[in-house]
């Protein structure tokens, strides 16, 4: 059984020193004291790790903090991110199939029994030659069903301003194509919230952010908290045994 951590919209800024009345370095690393304590094989950054966007010194302080878990740490670009840069501060993982474009880095590997893509909407888009790949690598190596990590949700999640103003462009897109498995559990974030929307076989699980949460119901920008938090699954055979959402307590 394959226990994973996954943290999500770290939005490091390194010279102001608050913003939405939390600092993020600060929440981070209560997040990074918190899991330290926690029995888990990979950790899994799902974007956004950068605040406005991506840079070498932020990517830089970040793989610093994270040098307890380099061999368990894996990351994904968001839309804050410059995936070139990111990949350059945090190399992909040995034996993984990998994909580098002029903007994007994406790739799948298969770790113990589990079959796992790690993609790249940067750009809001899952684009279409992912999509290929994706279909390529899924024959290839004969997935039925998977897990997937990319940072936009392809589901509504009921957090009404960012499903109104930031969701993912092509969400009928990426849909269709995860119809291509029997199963598929989606592991996301850039909304800042948790939530867990079905449809089909897609189950879309959405992990909070390590920075402040956003008020579910307002149409308009609201903060519900700024307490950080993480979720922790259990993965064996591609299914999902548990998963839970952890936030830090003082
Ligand atoms: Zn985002």
């Keep these: 059984m394959m226990k994973i951590i996954q943290i999500s919209d770290i939005h490091i800024f390194l010279e102001e020193a608050n913003y939405n009345n939390a600092d993020s370095k600060e929440n981070f690393l209560r997040l990074l004291k918190l899991i330290s304590r926690q029995d888990f094989d990979y950790l899994v950054i799902s974007g956004d790790l950068a605040f406005r966007s991506g840079g ?11 040098t307890a878990y380099q061999a368990k740490l894996r990351v994904i670009s968001g839309n804050h991110d410059d995936s070139k840069q990111l990949f350059n501060a945090f190399p992909l993982p040995q034996n993984s199939i990998s994909v580098t474009t002029e903007s994007k880095v994406y790739y799948y ?3 113990a029994n589990n079959h796992i893509f790690y993609l790249d909407t940067a750009d ?20 039925a069903a998977v897990n997937i990590f990319m940072h936009h949700p ?19 897109e990426a849909k269709e194509l995860f119809k291509i498995f029997t199963n598929c559990n989606v592991f996301c974030g850039h909304y800042h919230n948790q ?6 076989n897609l189950n879309v699980y959405l992990t909070p952010s390590s920075w402040f949460q956003i008020s579910k119901e307002p149409s308009e920008f609201s903060i519900q908290n700024t307490i950080p ?22």
């Design 195 to 200: 939530a867990f929307r079905k449809e089909d």
């Design 124 to 143: 809001g888009i899952l684009d279409q030659d992912q999509r290929e790949w994706i279909r390529e690598v899924k024959n290839k190596c004969q997935i």
């Design 109 to 111: 590997e298969k770790l």
């Design 56 to 66: 070498e010194k932020i990517y830089q302080w970040l793989k610093k903090n994270l």
């Design 154 to 172: 392809p589901l509504k999640m009921g957090i009404n301003y960012m499903d109104q103003n930031y969701p993912l462009k092509n969400q009928q």
């Design 229 to 250: 938090a993480y979720r922790y699954l259990e993965i064996e055979n591609n299914q999902l045994l548990q998963t839970e959402v952890v936030f830090w307590e003082e």
